[in-house]
């Protein structure tokens, strides 16, 4: 028998149904909630609405699980890349040979901008974040297919994904290089993904850049454990864009800014920020966290701390074994990378962590790897932008084929009440 939950409201008893997931899940149904009672529910910042049903991405933050299709992060990491995992997130299966291959060819084939968006680089100052000439560009791209504007165009959807997936990536680069009044180095069609990002990124002109193969790894585990984190503040802000009919690139384009921020996808820059301003002044993080606690101070431990989690990140506990294993690897000793796990150690003894759940997210660990394979720290936030890419077009694609209604949320609304309008002269 389905189940229903009952609310009692001014002397009445409503009944609203439950809705179950494959993972049993359970959410109450308030969609006709108004409409039978004239309430609405209240709920500050999201933290327990379930905004959608979707079959891409499932987390338990009390379990620390986090698994892509239904595949756990932790067999993907040692067995997959970032195009294969992208396959699954976005088609919803793992590829066969013949399909990773034709979609790999297909990435390789729009891998190039048009020729006309290098003058748009130009006109940005050279000190300008790579996030914001990120979103710029993707928005811009979409310019140059028409075909995007009609939402119901579905034999499009491919094609405009392998534009969306590969372009991200030589945009990012070509970012870059303007950032530092470097030439712009054109992708390589025998290079895979992740190797070209690389190359674009640091060869010259007259010399190609030497691709470590364990950079190239680590780099493409980067893109992979970021691919897709269910409905957190940029894949809902491309959702919310994608429900009003925008297309696929305008609605990337919203993530990407989403994303920027320091409390999501920006976390990462900050962390290597704090660890670097912990260094200069001497401190071995103990003075940090106190800071940190301390509400007046103005400062969080950066990296720390989920909406979902309140586990150990799942993709932390990956990204700091393969940051060990690189550092190792690479012949390179870094100090923050001491200074991040004195804070750990530290803040997972201290009872104001402990008592509010808050360990290590996938950001505190990502940047020491970055730093050690040669990507600068503006650039952290663009790597996560493209890694998460494939779950953001999976969510596009979800709300282009579900029957979806645009997303409109209420409020609560607690202004003035009726007002006059009092002409210029006698305002005071
Ligand atoms: N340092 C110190 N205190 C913290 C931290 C932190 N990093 N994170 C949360 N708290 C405290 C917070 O002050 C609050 O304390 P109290 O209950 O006394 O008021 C309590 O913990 C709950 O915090 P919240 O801000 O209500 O939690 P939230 O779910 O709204 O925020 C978060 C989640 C990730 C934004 C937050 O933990 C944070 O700001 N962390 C640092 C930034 C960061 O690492 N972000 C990356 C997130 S993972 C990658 C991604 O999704 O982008």
């Not at 809705?19 to 049993?24: A, D, H, K, L, W």
């Not at 500050?44 to 891409?56: E, I, L, P, R």
């Not at 239904?70 to 976005?90: C, D, M, Q, R, Y």
């Not at 990407?256 to 002044?281: F, K, S, T, Y």
Request: with cysteine.
């Amino acid at each position: 028998m389905d189940k229903i939950a009952e609310l009692s409201l001014e002397g009445k008893t409503f009944r609203l149904p439950v809705v179950e997931g494959s993972e049993q899940e359970r959410a109450i149904d308030i969609s006709a909630l108004r409409n039978d009672t004239g309430y609405i529910t209240l709920d500050d910042g999201y933290a327990n609405t379930g905004s959608c049903q979707s079959k891409v991405t499932f987390i338990d933050g009390e379990k620390g699980i986090l698994r892509y299709r239904g595949i756990p992060i932790e067999e993907l990491a040692e067995k997959s890349t970032f195009i294969e995992v992208a396959h699954l997130i976005i088609f919803g299966k793992l590829p066969t040979s013949a399909e990773l291959r034709r979609f790999s060819d297909l990435l390789t084939d729009n891998e190039l901008l048009n020729e006309a968006m290098k003058h748009h680089f130009e006109g940005f100052p050279t000190h300008a974040h790579p996030m914001a000439i990120l979103s710029s560009m993707i928005n811009a791209a979409s310019c140059f297919y028409p075909e995007l504007l009609d939402p119901d165009r579905k034999d499009t959807f491919v094609v405009q994904t392998a534009r969306l997936l590969s372009q991200v990536r030589t945009i990012a680069a070509f970012a870059y290089r303007k950032s530092r009044g470097l030439p712009i180095i054109y992708p390589k069609p025998e290079l895979k993904y992740t190797a070209n990002f690389l190359h674009m990124m640091h060869s010259l002109p007259y010399r190609d850049y030497e691709i470590k193969p364990e950079a190239a790894r680590a780099l493409d585990l980067i893109f992979l454990l970021h691919a897709d984190h269910e409905q957190n503040c940029s894949t809902a802000t491309v959702r919310m864009v994608a429900s009003s009919r925008a297309n696929l690139f305008a609605s990337a384009a919203a993530g990407v800014c989403a994303l920027w921020g320091p409390l999501h996808g920006g976390a990462n820059q900050a962390v290597l920020e704090m660890l670097e301003r912990i260094h200069a002044d001497g401190d071995d993080g103990s003075r940090f966290i106190a800071a940190a606690k301390d509400k007046n101070s103005g400062k969080r431990l950066m990296g720390f701390g989920h909406r979902v989690y309140k586990n150990y990140d799942p993709r932390a506990k990956i990204i700091k074994r393969t940051c060990d294993e690189l550092l190792v690897k690479l012949n390179v000793s870094d100090p923050l990378l001491d200074i991040a796990k004195h804070l750990e150690e530290a803040a997972l003894r201290d009872s104001y962590f402990v008592e509010r759940k808050l360990y290590p997210n996938v950001d505190f660990y990502s940047g020491i790897i970055m730093r050690a394979i040669g990507i600068p720290i503006e650039m952290f936030t663009v790597i996560f932008a493209i890694g998460r890419m494939p779950g953001w077009i999976a969510n596009y694609k979800e709300v282009m084929e579900a029957p979806t209604r645009i997303y409109r949320p209420r409020q609560v609304y607690t202004g003035p009440t009726l007002n006059a309008y009092v002409p210029l002269k006698e305002r005071k």
